[in-house]
């Protein structure tokens, strides 16, 4: 009787301990675990759409905004679509009617191919204020991705104003992959983190919503609608199944060194984990792996 009692005490104190054991590690788990993971930095993420809507503030007509784009002393352009190491050349294209006013930014990753970045819509009261709304192409930014502000009369956006609603001829950049201005100079993209610091400071001069539905009751489409690149490595949000396929084919550098599609976690006690993150999901962007 004895020894099976000692038994059934040995036992119980035996599972009691693998108990604590386990409930520790959970304990430590929930205390301890720590994200040390260099996330993948989609395309979208080298162009701020608030701090474009700052820059076009600056500008007197739509030729001197694309050369503030391209200008490596603002900073406001980071993108490197074809991850060649240099940032990508925007173009910029006037497009409107008599009520609102328009301009599609787009790029070149590769001789024949332009991809449109984003449009940015004005439309003028009878007080002279207006109504800003820029939408990031869906590619690149995901779906319904809209950022509204408004601009009252004043200096800063006069000229600009005044030049959108009076009679000109509507600019269209020249220029392509390959061909530049007279003076521009290439330079190379700065790493994410020091990129998204300075477009904070940048963009919180501005009073900037964002939605998922447009504001503007006009059907004035930009001409560079659709106009999709194929040869993008840069990790896009909604890319095509052409973009995919190209993607699958040419992998990001992101992939390559193994940054995208593993996340880790480290405890402070030594144990390790790794989570999968999966590339194109049901609405081909990118999300985390459960």
Known sequence: MAEKYFKFLLFGLFG???LIFFAGMGSDNDR????????????????????VGELLKKADNAEQFETLLNDSSNG????????????????????????V?????????????????????IEKDA??????????NENVYGRNNYYHS??????GTGLMMGYLFSSHSMFSSPYGYGYYPRGYRSYSPTDSGRYRNRMNNYSSKGNYSRSNSSRFGSSVRSPNSGKVASSIKAPLKNPTSSQKSFQSRNPSKQVRSGGFGRRSYKS????????SVRSFGRSGGFFRGK
């Open 16 to 18: 009691f301990s693998v």
């Open 32 to 51: 301890n675990y720590r994200v040390n993971v260099t996330q993948m930095v989609s395309a979208g993420d080298g162009l701020d759409l608030k701090a």
């Open 76 to 99: 406001v352009n980071n993108l490197d679509l074809n991850e060649d190491g240099k940032v990508d050349y925007i173009n910029v294209t006037e497009f409107g009617d008599e009520k």
């Open 101 to 121: 006013k328009g301009f599609s930014l787009t790029t070149s990753p590769t001789a024949g191919e332009t991809q449109e970045l984003a449009t940015i819509k």
């Open 127 to 136: 007080e002279g204020s207006a109504k800003v709304e820029t939408k990031g």
């Open 150 to 155: 408004s601009w009252s009369p004043g200096l």
């Open 268 to 275: 402070s006690s030594g144990y390790s984990r790794s989570n």
